[in-house]
């Protein structure tokens, strides 16, 4: 991603908030694993997508005091010692040529600065990311800054910038999709190699050894998710991961797995026969799923509502369930499939939506596809997930050179 792109996304937010108002994102930390081990450490997704800058414990600052806006920088303090450990981090020279920032300065002071804005006006806004799952989770770092802050300088006006850069997230710009296909053609590379390398007596974690190979022989550093390797009855578990299972001759395999590539992210579900060849019922549920991806991709355009599409998909598949013989009142369908027809993607594999998923398409966005049906008493569980970008006129399939009809995947398996 060139410089510029990391410029204007901070232009565009600055134009997005109130004046006197100053914005702090923190690029994060990784927390503590075990001992003196750390998790592997990922960017704030906001921070990054303002300044390109992937390392820990910097944090931007911008301003718009009086119409003046203003973006500054505070990295970490030089530690020769723990460079020898951890290795060199970023300087101020440098900071320029990834993001366009030429105001840089130490974190050591940070203090003096916000004190400096903030004691000389009778009231101030200031916008953190305060994104927050469910009411149980920790404390993020911009959340305890949030109340230490507030401690200290009561004046202060708080506000939520997640949804406003939610907002510039959701639709992509070319180098993003760029980004997007990237990963996706290193996920269907290996999603390729899994229906090679599939046989009976396999553990799950060892056919899914094989999708890692190809990312990691792509340059991933990350994938996009945990990768999920359901065999048999496993595939009616949404998010299983133990992927420790044995793969047993007739079963089906559901993998749902994506790559990541410089913090963007594919997300494919292909399930297939471990043994290459499905049988008659499971060809059965297979294409009745396969029916409702393909109509819903062919309803994607601008204009559409996503709560709208995603109500008419679980209709569809009550149809499906209805022909399949597992309900007879679309009401029950919820048995059997138990999840939303897709979500936004990008530098976060469920990206940054707007509250409640209320989201009217625009060209640019990308969404999933990803119907499923899963019958746990015939332990069949089905999933055909694609990646949609949204055009100007329509919709373009991100995933296209991924098979999926029955006869493209028993042709594949047996050819190879």
Known sequence: MNKEFYKNNREKVLNDIKDNSIVIL???NAPKKT???KYQFTPNRNFYYLTGIAEE???LVMSKINGEKNSKLFIKDIDPIAEKWEGKSIRKQEVFDVCEINDVDYKSNIDSFINRIISQREELNLYLDLERDNYSSRLSISEEF????CRKYPQLNIKNIYSIISRYRLVKTKEEIAEIQKAIDITIEGVNLLMKSSKAGLKEYELEAYFDFVCKSNGVKDFAFKTIAAAGENATILHYVDNNSELKDGDLILFDLGAQHNYYNGDI???FPINGVFSDRQKEVYNAVLRVNEKVIKSMKPG???LELNKQAKDWIAD?????GLITNKEDVTKYYYHSIGHSLGMDTHD?????RDVTFEAGMVYTVEPGIYIQEEGIGIRIEDDILITEDGYDILTKNMIKTVEDIEAFMKSN
């Open 269 to 271: 579900s292909r399930t």
């Open 57 to 59: 414990n910097h944090i």
């Open 304 to 306: 559409v509502k996503f």
């Open 320 to 324: 499906e369930c209805i022909s399949l």
């Open 35 to 37: 001992a003196d081990e």
């Open 146 to 149: 949030s109340r230490e802050i």
């Open 352 to 356: 940054s939506d707007m509250p409640n």
């Open 26 to 28: 923190f690029a994060g």
